[in-house]
């Protein structure tokens, strides 16, 4: 059968007629390919509409009812990149930022003989657990819905997280920072629940893990499990965000940083948003979706 791939504006992209109805999305993406190089599979949307939702690999073409002689619209996501670099790269960059100040070089600082405060040392660390771990959690526990994500999106997620560590590590690491207002006191405080909130957040991953099978992209209801740092589930859909707020907003009370409760902040904002989609998604595909729960913060939002 033939279909017309449309651009948003209706101009013809492509026109194919080896198809069939019981294809799946995906092979059609794989066809298309064939005839336009540069357009990869990871790179292809399409919509019945030109502004309607996208069309699941998964589906085949009599699902979307779509029959010989049938308009599809295509979209172009740009050139792509996998999620595990993308993550990687991310994670990386703000470890080496952080402990270049971390170290006080003479051509940022100048020469100074001035002794570390013992929270210096204790942010270090943490910081340097926080991304390892997530380094760690991407080779090892991450189980990705979707391959790749815009390559433009690597330079702009880079530039906010690198930013922040420079901007964080600078202060924190200054020769002439000042520790906590009560010292010891607050640095542990904000260290354990710095350390609890890590420990959650890992939970949260490894529990969004077990519910989707290696190589599938089966999607379940996110229930808490035996660990009790998981019981978090039943109060938002989104979890592993609720714990990542709170390990930064430990860190700046640790610190006593204000760029640290920037960003702190700034991440709060914009995992909510990721929190809203994705808590929106769940009562979309699932009926039995627990009406109790909100996005990220328990009771609020």
């Known amino acids: 059968m033939k279909v017309t791939f ?6 013809t992209v492509l026109e194919l007629d080896e198809l ?32 309607g939702a996208a069309l699941k690999d998964d589906d085949s073409l009599a699902y979307y009812k779509i029959a010989d002689g049938a308009k599809v619209y295509f979209k172009d996501l740009g050139p792509q990149i996998g999620w595990s670099t993308v993550f990687l790269s991310e994670y990386t960059g703000p470890l080496a930022a952080y402990m270049l100040f971390y170290f006080r070089p003479t051509f940022i600082y100048g020469n100074t003989g001035d002794k570390y405060q013992t929270v210096v040392h204790v942010a270090a660390l ?13 080779l090892f526990i991450h189980r990705f819905s979707k391959g790749t994500m815009p390559l ?9 997280y690198w930013g922040f560590a420079a901007f964080i590590s600078y202060f924190v690491n200054h020769p002439l ?54 019981l978090m589930f ?6 592993n965000y609720t714990y990542e707020v709170g390990s930064w907003f430990f860190f700046s009370v640790m610190t006593q940083s204000l760029p640290g409760l ?7 904002i914009q995992m909510a948003i990721w929190a809203g989609n994705k808590h929106r998604a769940y009562r979309r595909e699932f009926r039995d979706y627990p009406r109790g729960r909100t996005a990220i913060f328990p009771f609020l939002v």
């Open 6 to 11: 449309l651009s948003a504006s209706g101009k």
């Open 126 to 138: 943490c910081w340097t657990f926080h991304y390892l771990k997530r380094d760690l959690e991407t």
């Open 20 to 51: 069939e109805e019981g294809m799946t999305i995906a092979e059609v993406k794989n066809i298309f390919h064939r005839h336009r190089p540069k357009l990869y599979p990871s790179r292809q949307m399409y919509r019945l509409e030109p502004k």
């Open 234 to 239: 039943n109060f938002v859909s989104c979890p």
């Open 152 to 160: 433009f999106n690597l330079f702009k997620n880079c530039s906010y």
């Open 177 to 230: 920072y000042t520790p906590p207002m009560y010292g010891d006191l607050q640095m542990y405080l904000g260290l354990a629940g710095f350390l609890l909130c890590e420990y959650g957040n890992f939970v949260c991953h490894c529990t969004f893990r077990d519910l989707r099978p290696p190589g599938s992209k089966v999607r379940r209801i996110p229930m808490p499990t035996s660990n009790p740092m998981s």
């Open 262 to 268: 920037l960003f702190t902040i700034g991440g709060a």
